[in-house]
């Protein structure tokens, strides 16, 4: 199956700080990737839509300054937490999709901000 | 507005018991409609999905869902769990067939006991 990868899986910053998550498809290209953030016992929350070569799509509430994403190729996209603070704390999945109805989902990371 | 209900926030289950996780949706228009599984900190793991066809969806693992256009559902079903599915369940729909984007559901916590 299709297979994604997110680096790093874990990271401690400090406040004020800006920290870049990337996320990629080894063995497929991805025309779309998503970016969703998770908190504690709670569902996945869609960030931003990026397809490659434009900009990403966010969704309603999210700050484009604050969470820049860029999808620079078909296999990679970076999303990048500007001035980092503690209630950016949170798990950050990202998929990734070739065009069709499935995502394929990247096993996460956990950014703690102290 | 689409969304996704997930009717039971937590089930607990013995072990070789049958288990089923309900999963109701709103839409007006053809839905594509998804199980994932997660692990704890990891990501999600497409358990099965139903986009066409057959309304039984066999998927991984010895789970089954049924997709009930008439009472709008997509129940998640097992008939013998093991403790390895001891995990979190997230129902998921595609808002349009032009939108690959997922309206997850809130999730339930499964937990098996010996």
């Known amino acids: 199956g299709a297979v994604v990868s997110q680096h790093p899986s874990r990271v401690i910053c400090k406040s004020g700080t800006s920290v870049k998550i990337e996320c990629r498809s080894l063995?497929?290209?991805?025309?779309?990737m998503f970016w969703y953030r998770q908190f504690p016992k709670q569902s996945l929350m869609l960030m931003a839509t990026?397809?490659?070569?434009?900009?990403?799509?966010?969704e309603q509430g999210v700050e484009k300054d604050k969470f820049l994403i860029n999808h620079a190729s078909l296999t990679l996209s970076t999303l990048t937490v500007t001035s980092a603070h503690p209630e950016d704390s949170s798990f950050y999945i990202c998929?990734?999709?070739?065009?069709?109805?499935?995502?394929?989902f990247g096993p996460g990371t956990r950014l703690t901000v102290t | 507005a689409q969304s996704v209900t997930q009717l039971d926030s937590q089930v607990p289950v013995f072990e070789e018991a049958p288990v089923e996780l309900r999963c109701n949706y709103s839409?007006?228009?053809?839905?594509?409609l998804f199980w994932y599984v997660q692990y704890p900190n990891q990501g999600l793991q497409l358990l099965l999905k139903?986009?066409?066809?057959?309304?039984l969806v066999k998927g991984i693992n010895g789970f089954e869902a049924e997709f009930n256009k008439s009472q709008t559902s997509f129940h998640l079903r097992k008939p013998s769990v093991h403790i390895s599915d001891t995990a979190e369940y997230f129902c998921?729909?595609?808002?349009?067939?032009?939108?690959?984007?997922?309206?997850f559901g809130a999730g339930t916590t499964v937990t098996v006991r010996a």
């Open positions: 998929s990734a999709t070739d065009s069709s109805y499935e995502q394929y």
């Open positions: 139903y986009l066409s066809g057959s309304t």
């Open positions: 998921a729909v595609i808002r349009s067939p032009n939108d690959y984007k997922l309206s």
């Open positions: 990026s397809n490659e070569g434009s900009k990403a799509t966010y």
């Open positions: 063995d497929f290209q991805a025309t779309t």
């Open positions: 839409s007006s228009v053809s839905v594509y």
